[in-house]
């Protein structure tokens, strides 16, 4: 069943099993924006085992561990289990494609997550829901949330198609204020190069957002990325900032990038 | 107890100006009284010297405790406000790997009534004083903290653990 369809293994901890059809082909499996390959000899009960397809920062913390396997000969075909490690982070299949595969998830896999092959449509409709969802949550800085946990791995692996829709939602104001401020601020923090210059586009078009919360992670976004090309925006924004306790902050925010003391010393 | 130290949520739902039209002398806005008491209605503040000579210390132990290098709010208030409200403070540990900071400065209220909580709000939002500390600042404020045995690398959640391991191989 939908062999070259990535299927949902497991949403956090949960483990789940599938039964997988017999192939020697290379699956691939995505834990967050991990994307790791799993390989198996035919239908002998070998392990299966897990590699990494690309080097990724998580793993060389130390801090996420292959998923688990298990597998077993069993009358033609082999059970998988597959779990992830991390916290928040769904893991997806991705069957092989070809003749002879065959690929039976149980009925309770969901479908939420990202998947790998989505369509542009889907993608936005899936980061709009994330975003939309989101709106009775409650926000704390340094915490994650549905939207650093969903938003994060999207534009991780889907940065130039995710682009677009970011700035058309977030800096035209589409959402909820509060929901725009916590993307903006996992959109500064996180580290991916790739995407690093239209994150900074994006957080300097957001200085200029009605919103003070959302004019406020914007210059939070801005400062934990450290651009210096960030000045021309952020000066500006002082210039027009009418919230006096705001406008000191971005003045500090300004004094960062350009290499002067300006937030307390310690 | 000089100063007490409370972590903001989230920083704009302080600011003055954007509430100022409405908001009668005197009062706070309702989303600070959530800064305050967490799930299970406690107070939980921290005891900061007048010199401020531990201030620090307690932000890298408040900010060990999170998810996220991320920018990091607290308002400085009198530790007077609290009796002043009618409550009182007492000694309990908190949830930082810091243990030493945890046993000297970390405090809960205790006798703490909806009235009081609301008094005690009101006075650190009127008369406290809100400061930030930026993203880059906690990092290496939990690097210094990790460099003076403090804390433990292991200690840390696995994105700002990833975070301080990244900007320390940058440094070397």
């Not at chain 2, 909806?114 to 004083?129: D, S, Y």
Request: charged share 25%.
């Amino acid at each position: 069943v939908n062999a070259g369809r990535p299927q949902l293994a497991s949403q956090g901890r949960k483990p789940q099993e599938f039964r997988v059809g017999d192939s020697d082909t290379a699956w691939e499996c995505f834990v967050g924006s991990v994307r790791w390959t799993l390989k198996g000899d035919t239908l002998s009960p070998k392990f299966w085992f897990v590699q990494q397809a690309a080097p990724d920062p998580l793993h060389e913390s130390g801090e996420a561990k292959p998923p688990d396997q298990l597998a077993q000969g069993q009358q033609g075909t082999i059970q998988l289990q597959v779990y992830s490690e991390l916290p928040g982070f769904d893991v997806w299949l991705n069957a092989p494609r070809g003749p002879g595969v065959s690929w039976e998830a149980p009925a309770e896999a969901g479908t939420r997550g990202v998947q790998p092959d989505r369509s542009q449509e889907e993608l936005e409709q899936y980061v709009r829901g994330v975003l939309e969802a989101a709106r009775e949550e409650y926000f704390a800085d340094g915490m994650e949330s549905s939207v650093s946990r969903e938003l994060v791995p999207v534009v991780e692996r889907h940065h130039k198609q995710i682009a677009e829709f970011l700035f058309y939602w977030l800096a035209g104001e589409k959402g909820d204020p509060e929901v725009t401020a916590e993307a903006l601020h996992w959109l500064g923090l996180m580290d991916h190069a790739p995407s690093r210059h239209w994150r900074r586009r994006l957080l300097e078009r957001c200085l200029e957002a009605s919103s003070l919360t959302v004019r406020d992670a914007a210059g939070i976004g801005l400062a934990a990325m450290d651009d210096p090309q960030a000045v021309p925006s952020v000066n500006a924004a002082i210039e027009r900032e009418s919230c006096a306790e705001l406008r000191q902050l971005l003045e500090r925010v300004l004094a960062q990038l350009e290499g002067r003391p300006g937030w307390r010393c310690f | 107890v000089a100063l007490l130290l409370r972590k903001l949520d989230r920083r704009s739902r302080w600011m003055a100006e954007a509430i100022a039209t409405w908001l009668p002398h005197g009062d706070a806005p309702a989303p600070a009284l959530h800064d305050f008491i967490d799930e299970q209605g406690k107070v939980s503040v921290w005891a900061v010297a007048e010199d401020q000579s531990n201030l620090p210390r307690v932000v890298a132990a408040i900010a060990a405790t999170r998810e996220s290098a991320d920018v990091f709010d607290f308002v400085l208030f009198d530790g007077q406000a609290v009796s002043t409200a009618g409550a009182r403070l007492e000694a309990a540990p908190g949830n930082s790997p810091d243990r030493v900071a945890d046993q000297e400065w970390h405090r809960n209220l205790a006798n703490v009534s909806a009235q009081r909580a609301a008094r005690l709000v009101c006075a650190a939002f009127v008369n406290g004083e809100r400061d930030r500390t930026s993203p880059k600042q906690i990092v290496e404020l939990l690097l210094e903290a990790v460099n003076r045995r403090w804390l433990k690398l292991d200690d840390l959640k696995a994105g700002v653990k990833e975070k301080l391991q990244r900007t320390a191989a940058e440094k070397a």
